[in-house]
């Protein structure tokens, strides 16, 4: 899979095809949500979030599979979606970043993808996630 050669002639496959699609993309973002809401580590992050999760399962899921390089079903519905700013009215610090990441990794861990995908697809969203910040620390 990791030398799978694309319509492009590329030899890299996709996040989403490493996955393994649409209903990976799912697991992980309702596996991420259900830490989230429960882990006492992401307390801070979760007190951000409304109390039902159910939009923000929807469009991170969303979000990803596009992200990851599937369909575009965010932007298909919603158009650009302009993270930054959509994360600007929520005091996002290095605390806020790390305990986003920590329920990503965990929920990586627990729905079993590929150590290799994993470090790689930990790598991409540490960047997405360190770029949400808007506070000094
Ligand atoms: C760095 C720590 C982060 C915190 C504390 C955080 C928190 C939040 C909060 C409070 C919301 C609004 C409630 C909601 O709609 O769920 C939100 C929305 C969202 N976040 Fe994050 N987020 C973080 C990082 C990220 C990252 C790394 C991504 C993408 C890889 C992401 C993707 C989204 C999306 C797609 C939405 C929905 C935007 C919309 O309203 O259309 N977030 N986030």
């Given at each position: 899979m990791l030398d799978k050669i694309d319509e492009a002639g590329s030899n890299k496959a996709t996040f989403f095809e490493l996955l393994g699609g649409v209903e990976r993309v799912r697991a992980l973002v309702e596996r991420f949500y259900d830490i989230m809401d429960s882990d006492p580590k992401a307390a801070t992050i979760r007190a951000l979030?409304?109390?039902?999760l159910t939009g923000s399962r929807e469009k991170l899921f969303m979000f990803l599979t596009g992200w990851t390089g599937g369909p575009q079903l965010y932007i298909e519905r919603y158009?650009?979606?302009?993270l930054r700013r959509r994360h600007a009215p929520f005091a996002i610090g290095e605390s806020e970043r790390d305990q986003w990441m920590y329920c990503m990794v965990k929920a990586m861990q627990e729905i079993g993808i590929e150590e290799q995908v994993m470090v790689k697809l930990a790598e991409a969203l540490y960047g997405v996630a360190d770029f949400m910040r808007n506070q000094p620390a």
């Open positions: 979030h409304p109390q039902d158009g650009h979606p302009f």
